[in-house]
């Protein structure tokens, strides 16, 4: 290394250590009282609490998590008794997040946690890293946020103040920009004297000052140090990610109900869209929305009365909906069992179907 590049280098450094110290010090002084951060008497995080908190917010965001996390973990206090639910009440505890192969994954990492781990969730992101369902951020989450260790964590938040840091007009979405956000993230990291902090920073700034369009940079304690900041160029970075459009799918659901006010129900496949949840029942096409004639004669139903439509936007989907009305059939259809709405309250139920069979607008849709 020549004398030139050693200067480069040392000056790199002191960058570095200058960020992550500033960062952690304003993260201190303004982190948002969440209750996944919750600390015991010798200050120290619960790491279930904290696995369950990561499958929660992955592409979920905040104000969702916190209208069901503190009922979840009620439900599920401790890694053993999520292990020993059943999958259905772990589906209907989670009703409402979406994204229900998390539910799934977390119920299977417990259950590991328990056979292979004595029931104490894993210190090392390897190890981390096999349980059902955790990839390398939530694992370097919880391996640096609740045990110290310096992991790096890259979220569309990291990412994100990364490039305005480095005024980079890499793609955000791109594999060689996450390629790149990790090594960056890993260099920091590294520099930090409490990781998990400075992890948590990284994602508290992206998150309520470094946010997308306009950043708040007159509140960012980085921002002498960010050159895009000092290029003017915040709120032009990072160039956006191409999106593939929606595809549309059409779903027409009947709601029959009988003189005791119960209501017909089935349970939707194993695999695919809201897989295993339950729903009214309902045709689903992807070329066009099912005829009347052709819903009556596929339940075997006299007559039926349209009461709504409405779109529900997925990540993948544009799920159009049309919601029919009607008398019970002379035989319900195959799979189908009539079910109070109290019980069907507590089955696991994907919201657009929660609003469709108890009225209950919990959704944005269109």
């Known amino acids: 290394m020549t004398k030139a590049q050693g200067k480069a280098v040392a000056k790199d450094c002191g960058r570095a250590t200058r960020i992550t110290t500033a960062l952690t010090q304003w993260f201190r002084a303004n982190a948002r009282d969440l209750p996944w951060r919750a600390t015991d008497a010798k200050g120290r995080r619960n790491a279930y609490h904290a696995l369950v908190a990561e499958a929660m917010l992955q592409q979920t965001q905040v104000s969702r998590v916190l209208e069901k996390y503190s009922a979840f973990i009620a439900r599920f206090p401790d890694v053993h008794a999520l292990a020993n639910a059943t999958e259905e009440e772990v589906l209907s505890a989670w009703s409402g997040l979406g994204y229900y192969r998390r539910a799934r994954h977390l119920h299977h990492a417990a259950k590991n946690i328990c056979k292979n781990h004595e029931g104490k969730v894993p210190e090392d992101a390897e190890s981390l890293r096999r349980l059902p369902g955790v990839g390398r951020y939530t694992a370097g989450a919880i391996a640096s946020i609740v045990y110290g260790h310096a992991e790096p964590v890259v979220d569309g938040n990291v990412t994100r103040v990364q490039l305005r840091l480095e005024a980079s007009d890499q793609r955000q979405g791109e594999p060689a920009t996450e390629r790149w956000a990790w090594k960056h993230a890993s260099d920091l990291v590294a520099r930090a004297a409490d990781p998990g902090a400075f992890n948590e920073a990284m994602m508290e700034l992206g ?22 900041a000092s290029l003017g160029l915040a709120s032009t970075l990072p160039v956006p990610k191409v999106r593939a459009g929606r595809r549309a799918v059409y779903h027409s659901a009947v709601v029959i109900r009988d003189r005791q006010n119960r209501l017909l129900i089935q349970r939707r496949p194993e695999r695919g869209l809201w897989a295993g949840m339950y729903q009214a029942p309902t045709v689903e096409r992807e070329d066009r929305a099912a005829t009347a004639s052709e819903i009556k004669k596929w339940f075997g139903l006299a007559r039926i009365v349209e009461k709504e439509r409405f779109v529900f936007l997925t990540t993948h989907r544009e799920v159009h909906f049309a919601i029919f009305t009607s008398s019970p059939p002379p035989s319900p259809p195959a799979a189908a069992r009539w079910a109070c ?26």
């Open 207 to 228: 998150a309520t000052v470094c946010t997308p369009g306009v950043p708040r940079c007159e509140a960012c304690p980085l921002r002498k140090a960010c050159r895009a």
């Open 341 to 366: 709405p109290s019980e069907i309250a507590a089955l696991p139920l994907a919201n657009p179907h929660r609003r469709i069979l108890l009225g209950e607008e919990t959704i944005q849709t269109r």
